[in-house]
Nanobody
Framework: VQLQASGGGLVQPGGSLRLSCTASGRTLSGYNIGWFRQAPGKEREFVASIWWSSGITDYADSVEGHFTISRDRAKNTVFLQMSRLKPEDTAVYFC????????????WGQGTQVTVSS
């Protein structure tokens, strides 16, 4: 599975941004797709994930309620809609995938920079 993340940019506090993660190489059926982020000087952290087949989602406490993860089957793409952005959301965002029997995310896309600043 090859993953391509896009949609990052500069946004003011309180603004919104939508990230996309498009997969190629195979369908995402049966996979769990996740978004992670890494801020400067900090470790990478989990943001949100979605099971492609069932649509079941999971969120980090820090983003629940203002980030939404979704999928578009026709486009083989997972989205991360980010709203009410805060400066502390500034980070490089990565998408990743793992199979149903995998303990960890083994497929990673390149990151996309999100900067929240006035």
């Amino acid at each position: 599975v090859q993953l391509q993340a896009s949609g990052g940019g500069l946004v003011q506090p309180g603004g919104s941004l939508r990230l996309s993660c498009t997969a190629s190489g195979r369908t995402l059926s049966g996979y769990n797709i996740g978004w992670f982020r890494q801020a400067p000087g900090k470790e990478r952290e989990f943001v949100a994930s979605i099971w492609w087949s069932s649509g079941i989602t999971d969120y980090a406490d820090s983003v629940e309620g203002h980030f939404t993860i979704s999928r578009d089957r026709a486009k083989n793409t997972v989205f991360l809609q980010m709203s009410r952005l805060k400066p502390e959301d500034t980070a490089v965002y990565f998408c990743a995938a793992r199979g149903a029997s995998d303990r960890s995310f083994g497929y990673w896309g390149q990151g996309t920079q999100v900067t929240v600043s006035s």
